[in-house]
């Protein structure tokens, strides 16, 4: 299992942006997915989490309601669409996965990152004027 995440950058406070989570060598779908960010200093911390099939999506309290999570089946990709940047979303971007066959509730994922057990590279995005 193999995830790639990109897209992240430099950003002004207030702009957008969207980071992508790739996989490689096997198909997203059925697969929950989860959006982590570490910040330096800061332990590891879960941004927004997709169930399988996109019906269920779950937000950490910092980023409800300016970012989006989505995913896009047919191009094998999941994102995170993020507004409203702040200095404080600064920080490198991880997209994760469990085992196919294991189910659990989005917030559980995002609430607990050492439950992940795939990772991608992350993505950095810096939020400063």
């Known amino acids: 299992v193999q995830l790639q995440a990109s897209g992240g950058g430099l950003i002004q406070p207030g702009g957008s942006l969207r980071l992508s989570c790739a996989a490689f060598?096997?198909?997203?779908?059925?697969?929950?997915i989860g959006w982590f960010r570490q910040a330096p200093g800061k332990e590891r911390e879960g941004v927004a989490c997709i169930s399988g099939d996109g019906g269920v999506k779950y937000y950490a309290d910092s980023v409800k309601g300016r970012f989006t999570i989505s995913r896009d089946n047919a191009k094998n990709l999941v994102y995170l669409q993020m507004s409203r940047l702040t200095a404080e979303d600064s920080a490198v971007y991880y997209c994760?996965?469990?085992?196919?066959?294991?189910?659990?509730?989005?917030?559980?994922?995002?609430?607990?990152?050492?439950?992940?057990?795939?990772w991608g590279e992350g993505t950095q995005v810096t939020v400063s004027s």
């Open positions: 060598g096997f198909n997203l779908y059925g697969w929950q």
């Open positions: 994760a996965t469990i085992p196919r066959t294991v189910i659990r509730p989005e917030s559980a994922m995002c609430n607990n990152y050492r439950s992940m057990r795939w």
